[in-house]
Each structure stands twice: as C-alpha cells, then as structure tokens.
C-alpha cells in the first residue's frame, strides 16, 4: 500500500520539477518515499526514547534545514496529500514501538509531499532535455536519497 496514489505523484513531478514519468516508474518513487518516511520515523522513535519519552514528537523527526526549506517549498505547490493513506501505509509495516502525537500525526503528508518534492527535484538534476525520466535517473535519484536519509 502506497502513500499517495499514481496521479497524486505524476502531478507532483510535473509541477515540483517539469518532469514526466511514467506510470512503470510510480511505484519505484512510491516505495523509496514509502521507505524514507518509515527510516525517519525510526531515527525520530530514537530520539523520543534519547529524551525519555514514549511518544514520538514533530520535533524527534530529523528535518534538516534543507528539508524544512524544501517543506515550504513543497507547501507552496498548494498540493495536498491525503492523511489517511499514510496511516495505512504506516500500519502496514513493521510497528513503532512508540505513537505519534497528533501534531506529527497531522504533518505527515507534509513529510510525505516534502520527499516527493526532494526526489523529483534531485531527479531533475540527471534528466535529458525532454523532461522524461528515465530508469537510470530514477536510480541515481533513489542513491543520493538513501545518502541523505
């Protein structure tokens, strides 16, 4: 289960980067962003549990300058991402031993449209002039992703 569906991330691409992808190529952006959220979910769980709490806040969650500054940027696309999908995406995977709080429960899609953002913005850094995405961008894409998160 993904967490936004195939159009939802087409038109991302297309209106964070000008690039177009193909419907072979959502379901691999789909699962590393699906990946990268439950890998800062983990980091964030650590950091809850360094501060002694059982509850994971928005501020355990490790967005970097850069991430935050891509958050606004991503917000100013004025594209919504649905919070339920996420939830179930979420619950779907291996379980948290901590909770979300409710701040950090309604920024998820958030964090969710922010990766999409960064991934089609580094993408766009490898693609040809004709504005497709090839499987080797993606690759590329999908490594300084794995670096950085």
């Known amino acids: 289960m993904a967490v936004t569906g195939a159009h939802k991330i087409e038109a ?3 209106k964070a980067a000008g690039l177009r992808i193909d419907k072979s190529k959502v379901k ?5 962003v699906d990946q990268k959220l439950y890998d800062l979910l983990i ?3 650590a950091n809850a549990r360094y501060n002694a ?20 940027k991503f ?8 919070l339920q999908p996420i939830l ?19 920024k998820l899609p958030d964090i969710v449209g922010t990766l999409l ?3 089609a913005n580094i993408t766009k850094e490898f693609s040809t002039k004709d504005k497709t995405v ?9 490594t300084i992703l794995n670096l950085m998160i």
Do not use: N
């Not at 806040?57 to 891509?70: F, I, N, R």
């Not at 995406?89 to 309604?106: F, R």
């Not at 090839?134 to 999908?142: D, N, R």
């Open 117 to 119: 953002y960064v991934m």
């Open 12 to 14: 991302l691409y297309k």
């Open 28 to 32: 691999l952006i789909s699962d590393v």
């Open 53 to 72: 709490r059982d509850i994971i806040w928005m501020c355990d969650v490790p967005l970097t300058k850069a991430m935050k500054e891509s958050m606004q």
């Open 88 to 106: 179930d995406h979420l619950a779907a995977l291996p379980p948290l031993k901590y909770g979300l709080e409710e701040e950090l429960e309604k």
């Open 43 to 45: 980091v964030a769980e």
């Open 134 to 142: 090839s499987a080797q961008e993606m690759e590329k894409a999908e």
């Open 75 to 82: 917000k100013e696309l004025e594209e919504e991402l649905e």
